[in-house]
């Protein structure tokens, strides 16, 4: 099949509507995604045929009518979106960006991901996970400080620094928090350091790291929260990391969790680096943003790729996978 024959279903909460082009949003928490999404359809349609749908219920309504499902649709108003649509496709037998939906569940469960990074060999913060308003004992398993974040997930939501917490009753405050909004919590042991993103694609069928994004804020223990990400509020500094040596090393750890992940299109390897240059997994993410302000299209300008450029790989990659093409 050729590219202009394929038809694509693009499924993003804020696709172009009917007219094509950019939606028009009132919260400025929307700013960015409408920009990020419209520029993901943009980059499509100049490559074969894309029909844009903001929810789940056109795949339903025209599978028979769709070759290759490009799915933004990470953060629906329902559990496990981020799986939803990889099972639909499954079902259907259609094609689609990412990973299988194991491997979706994987990325998305932190506690899961942080086995599979000890089972790799790759150095993970201790840590203990509650499910949803599950009493959090007096004397947790392992001394402070502690970092109180949602188990699933990977928008950094309620994430901020009384995330950090010094004591046990400081981290129950927070985990309360988290249980009114339906959340299940994971307890880290703090990392003192900062964070570095590493960008991994294929190119050529080849697994390519992206140079690791380096990434420092104005607040205390170098969080990043929900709203620094969405751009709403400053204070995030990203700059790629000029250490070479650290580089290698960080490569090297998401060379080796790729392969345990396999098949998949594209991901993003979020570390913690301490002063004495100590490496420790935190997450992956797979069908990460690839907006044009993202760590991905960052570090992928830096290696002289453009936004079009990445996501035309991607996409290439994941239907050469899959037969498509």
């Not at 499954?90 to 939906?101: K, S, T």
């Not at 790729?258 to 993410?285: C, H, K, W």
Request: net charge negative; aromatic share 12%; with cysteine.
């Amino acid at each position: 099949m050729k590219y202009e024959d394929i038809r694509i279903a693009f499924i993003a909460r804020l696709a172009p509507g009917a007219n094509a082009s950019c939606p028009l949003v009132t919260d400025k928490m929307d700013y960015l995604y409408a920009e990020y999404h419209y520029d993901i359809y943009r980059i499509l349609s100049n490559l074969a045929t894309v029909r844009p749908s903001n929810n789940a219920q056109d795949l339903l309504q025209h599978h028979d009518e769709t070759d290759y499902v490009f799915s933004l649709l990470n953060r629906a108003p329902y559990r496990n979106s981020e799986i939803f649509i990889s099972s639909l496709c499954e079902y259907y037998n259609i094609p689609y960006l990412g990973a299988r939906p194991n491997t979706r569940a994987l990325a998305e469960d932190k506690q899961l991901a942080k086995l599979l990074a000890e089972y790799c060999g790759v150095k993970t913060a201790r840590w203990i996970s509650y499910n949803c308003h599950d009493r959090i004992p007096s004397e947790l398993s392992f001394p402070g400080p502690y970092f109180v974040k949602p188990r699933y997930g990977a928008a950094s939501a309620f994430i901020d620094e009384s995330s950090i917490c010094q004591t046990a009753n400081e981290v129950r405050a927070k985990a309360n928090e988290l249980y009114g909004h339906g959340m299940d919590v994971i307890i880290e042991e703090f990392i003192d350091g900062v964070f570095y993103s590493n960008p991994v694609l294929f190119i050529n069928s080849s697994l390519t790291c992206f140079p690791p994004v380096k990434e420092t804020t104005n607040l205390r223990g170098n969080v990043i929260t929900y709203l620094q990400k969405r751009r709403v509020q400053p204070g995030v500094i990203k700059e790629i990391s000029p250490d070479q040596e650290l580089n290698n090393r960080i490569c090297l750890l998401s060379q080796k969790l790729s392969s345990f992940i396999q098949p998949f299109d594209y991901a993003r390897f979020d570390y913690m680096v301490t002063a004495e240059g100590e490496i420790y997994f935190l997450e992956f993410n797979l069908c990460c943003n690839l907006g044009r302000y993202s760590t991905f299209v960052t570090s992928s300008n830096s290696a002289g790729y453009s936004q079009d450029d990445v996501v035309q790989i991607i996409l290439d990659h994941s239907l050469r996978r899959q037969g498509v093409i």
